[in-house]
């Protein structure tokens, strides 16, 4: 009996360190925002939650919900080139302020 109990306990342990083990992805997977330097809350806390494709997605329902404000308003009126970097035109950060972006 205290041989079978050594050998669970074992296997259990065993199989913690192998879990432990394993490589994981941060929780933004594979494809993390290239960006590190973040002026707006919106697209830190998607990047962080969810890196390129949440902060897309973010920001692609941001640009749905204001687009009532500005006529035309589509991610081109702000980024000056989009994938992979999402390079800001140098008017980028004020318009999405002035539309109402944090």
Known sequence: MHSM?????LSLLAS??????LPREPAY???PCKRTKFETRLVADA??????PRAKDVMK???KDVK?????LECATCHSKLAPTYDLKPDGLAT?????GQ
């Open 68 to 72: 009532s404000k500005q006529a035309g």
């Open 96 to 100: 999405f302020k002035k539309l109402g």
């Open 47 to 52: 990047c962080a939650a969810g890196g390129t």
């Open 61 to 63: 329902k941001w640009v």
């Open 5 to 9: 109990k050594t050998t669970v306990v």
């Open 16 to 21: 913690a360190v192998v879990i432990a083990a």
């Open 29 to 31: 997977g594979a494809d």
